[in-house]
């Protein structure tokens, strides 16, 4: 199995509750990077991993981790990120998607937005924030998601991503009144 390209979601999901004091230093402290998990599925060919991290208010943001592989091809489209692989670099775009992020609906969120071309071993960010309704209460519910993209051409990932800085960050963030 060789991964080519590792998306890591971080999404911070929560309520009103959490909107001030000690709910919300809590859920301000949810990290924007963790040690990517590498899944141990095995698979032939090349292939694009993903790393879903869950902070809910209602689990205390307490993380929870789950991984996923598929085969790739040229295009990767996932949630809000967008990817076009080449044999020595990955172009990434960002797309407001509101079913996966919520509202507000952006005007510009119709096309994909160009991010950053990463070589091996680089890595970006993505920030992206919105806002819901919980579908068993109704209540509004508020997310942060944070997309980190890791490109790599090694089969020994885990020693080739650092949590340095990213080569660039792209930050979507709304007013969530």
Known sequence: MKIKLLIQKIHTEWTKKSRGGQSAAVRNAVPEFF?????????????????YVGCYEWKDFVPKHCTET??????????CVDAELGYEICKIFYIHRPECVGAPIKVH???PEYVV????????????NGRTTRYHSGEW?????????FFCCLSDLSNSIQAGNPKSCKKDLANLW
């Open 117 to 128: 071309t990463l070589f091996p071993e680089e890595w970006c960010q993505i920030i992206c």
């Open 109 to 111: 969120s119709s096309h």
């Open 70 to 79: 598929r085969k790739i091809s040229y295009l990767v489209n996932h949630e």
């Open 141 to 149: 519910c508020y997310k942060k998601i944070v997309y980190n993209c």
């Open 35 to 51: 040690p990517p998990k590498i899944p141990s599925t095995p698979i032939e060919g090349d292939i694009f991993a993903w790393h």
